[in-house]
């Protein structure tokens, strides 16, 4: 069974920098290329930020998408995040198709 597990989240400033991590187990590296990331802040609907080449237009020039078949991880690179950033974050596929991860929560907040 494919597994997920998400970490590098915290809190940061207004302006700062994180690195997410999702840690794929379960299947081969070719998985990494179909996976994305998505968030759900609270009171919302969960999103997807970034996906391939293609990300959510609050994100874009921010966020950049990239993946280490080596280690069977999906990255995350955060820069310039913003208040409205905050979220809880999670990988899976673009069909959703795995099992949710627990996520990794960022808060961004002075």
């Known amino acids: 069974q494919v597994r997920v597990v998400e970490s590098g989240g915290g809190l940061v400033q207004p302006g700062g920098s994180l690195r997410l991590s999702c840690s794929v187990s379960g299947s081969g590296f070719n998985i990494l290329a179909a996976m994305g990331w998505y968030r759900q802040a609270p009171g919302k609907q969960r999103e997807l930020v970034a996906l391939w080449t293609r990300y959510a237009d609050s994100v874009k020039g921010r966020f950049t998408i990239f993946r280490d078949n080596t280690k069977m991880t999906l990255y995350l690179q955060m820069n310039s995040l913003k208040p409205e950033d905050t979220a809880v974050y999670y990988c899976?596929?673009?069909?959703?198709?795995?099992?949710w991860g627990q996520g990794t929560q960022v808060t961004v907040s002075s």
């Open positions: 899976n596929t673009a069909a959703q198709s795995m099992a």
